[in-house]
Each structure stands twice: as structure tokens, then as C-alpha cells.
């Protein structure tokens, strides 16, 4: 029995260099602009809490569990317009271009707005000195507007990198991205939003270590340091016995305990990249040689 050739279905029979069908080239287009609106509706739900928390209105919260939701599936759906149009032959660069301008959108735009609205804009300033909390509010716009440049930087260096090689290169056999791709920085200030019951901050050093970690994702978006891409992993491809029970134990966690299974899956993705590179620097420094005198024996 032959096998099913998805990319061979969608050929144009009449084209003479095998060219994919004109409608195959809207397939990935569709899917990017899903995300494109999921970043629209997420900032459009941020908006509305922020005004419904100053009004008082009950259940406010909900809008910014509402615009983490959305976050965390547009990070789905990014993930899969890139190999449908790899699949079906119909990479393009308008597809490649309106890829990114969506990203900068759902990822840039959009856990940057959350992330000042749900962890700063309802904190209780009033108990720092007047001095200190200027200086603290000031620093809190600069940070999320920080994780806004390093996106569209990091996109942009994505866009114009040919093979790019991080510092601190892995297995030649896997595929990784130099940096923290945006989506991963997006994903984890969506799961800390929703895992925290999408409840505003109200204490000013949460807020402080809230924008810690969003400079934090700022930083690891334009650094050289390696991150999985999982770009090898093919989903067509037959599944080995241990993949199999582990991607059924994801889907399990995540349909019974979202919360702490997406904010474990963004924590453990960010900080591998941290992990392997002190690791690769420990390994570095205790493989160099000790520089001793020789002692001669005779």
C-alpha cells in the first residue's frame, strides 16, 4: 500500500516545475493570520480588565486569564504555519515577512501590555518613599518597553541569519535557535498570568521581581545562547514507544492541570538554555589544564 504524500497532493499537475497549487500558499497564511488576530484579541482583553478593575466590576480578572489564554495559542498556532509551509512547499518571503510583523504583534505587543497591566498598573505604590517610587514606576515602563525591543531585535537577527551558530553550539544532529525565541518569552508571561489565577499584582516587590524576570526574557531573546528549536521533531514520522507515553502524559497534565503544567513547560524551556550555558562554562574551565611547573625525576 502506498504511502500518503501530503506535500505530492498539493503539486499542480499542469505547472511543469512542480510548483504547489495557488491555493496551498494560503494555507500557512491562514494559520499566521490566526495569530495575527489572537494577538489583536489578547491586547483587546487586557484593555478591557485594566478599565474593568478600575471601575470595581466583578470578576475583572477574567479578561487578563482571557488575554494569557489567547497568548498561549497563538504560540501554538505560530508553531504550525511555519512547518505547514515547510510541508507543503510554500515557503515564501511574504509569508516569512508577515510571519514576523504577526509575531511582533502576539508576542511583542500583546505579553507586553499584559504584563504591565496584570503586574504593575494596580500596585500600591504609596508605602515607598515618593523619590523611590518614581525611579520604580519609570523603570517598570522602560523594562516592559525592554522586552518589546528585544523581540522585533530578535526576529529582525532571525530573519537575516543564515545558519546562525550560538556561542555555545550542541549535538550536530539537533536543530537550535540562537537566543530564546519570542514565542517562548511570550508563552512564559502568559503561564506565570494565568498560573497566578490572573489576578493583578497588588505588592510592589512582586511587582519588582515580576519585572525581573520580564527583563530577564528581554536579555535571553538577543543572547547567543542555544535553545531546542524542535524543528527536527516531524509529526508525520512514526513514534516511538516512550514518545508516545509522554506526549500522553503531557496532554493529560494539561487538560487536568493547565495552571502547572504550561508554567513547568515555559520554566523548564527557559531555563535550559541558562542551565546549558553554566554548564558548558563549568565544563570549559575544569577541562583547561592547571598550569604547574614540571618536576623532573632522576
Not at 498570568?193 to 497588588?202: H, I, K, T
Not at 502524559?249 to 495552571?259: E, K, R, T
Not at 523548564?268 to 604547574?292: C, F
Request: aromatic letters at 14%; a positive charge.
Amino acid at each position: 500500500m502506498s504511502r500518503f504524500n501530503f506535500a505530492e497532493s498539493l503539486i499542480d499537475p499542469k505547472s511543469p516545475d512542480r510548483r504547489p497549487r495557488r491555493a496551498a500558499y494560503a494555507l500557512p497564511t491562514l494559520f499566521t493570520a490566526g495569530n495575527l488576530l489572537l494577538g489583536f484579541l489578547a491586547i483587546m482583553e487586557t484593555f478591557r480588565g485594566s478599565m474593568d478593575f478600575t471601575l470595581q466590576v466583578a470578576d475583572a480578572w477574567k479578561h487578563f486569564e482571557l488575554a494569557a489564554i489567547y497568548i498561549g495559542i497563538s504560540v501554538f498556532v505560530d508553531g504550525l504555519d511555519g512547518r505547514i509551509a515547510r510541508m507543503t512547499n510554500t515557503v515564501s518571503d511574504f509569508g516569512r515577512e508577515l510571519d514576523s510583523l504577526a509575531d511582533v504583534i502576539s508576542f511583542g505587543i500583546a505579553p507586553g501590555v499584559l504584563a504591565f497591566a496584570w503586574g504593575v498598573q494596580f500596585v500600591d505604590w504609596s508605602i515607598i518613599d515618593p523619590a523611590m517610587r518614581v525611579q520604580l514606576q519609570r523603570g517598570t515602563y522602560f523594562i516592559t518597553f525592554l522586552f518589546l525591543l528585544c523581540g522585533a531585535s530578535r526576529l529582525a537577527r532571525f530573519n537575516i541569519s543564515e545558519n546562525p551558530i550560538p556561542k555555545n553550539p550542541g549535538r550536530p544532529d539537533r536543530k537550535y535557535f540562537v537566543g530564546l525565541p519570542i514565542p517562548a518569552a511570550a508563552g512564559m508571561v502568559a503561564a506565570v498570568v494565568y498560573a497566578l489565577d490572573s489576578q493583578p499584582l497588588r505588592v510592589w516587590y512582586f511587582a519588582v521581581a515580576w519585572m525581573a524576570l520580564i527583563g530577564l526574557l528581554a536579555f535571553l531573546m538577543v543572547c547567543t545562547w542555544r535553545y531546542r528549536s524542535f524543528k527536527d521533531f516531524n509529526l508525520l514520522s512514526p513514534r516511538s514507544f516512550k514518545s508516545v507515553i509522554t506526549l500522553g502524559s503531557f496532554i493529560y497534565l494539561l487538560f487536568n492541570f493547565s495552571q502547572p503544567a504550561l508554567l513547568a513547560l515555559g520554566t523548564t524551556y527557559v531555563a535550559s538554555g541558562i542551565l546549558v550555558r553554566i554548564g558548558g562554562l563549568i565544563r570549559r574551565k575544569s577541562s583547561s589544564p592547571a598550569q604547574r611547573p614540571e618536576t623532573q625525576v632522576g
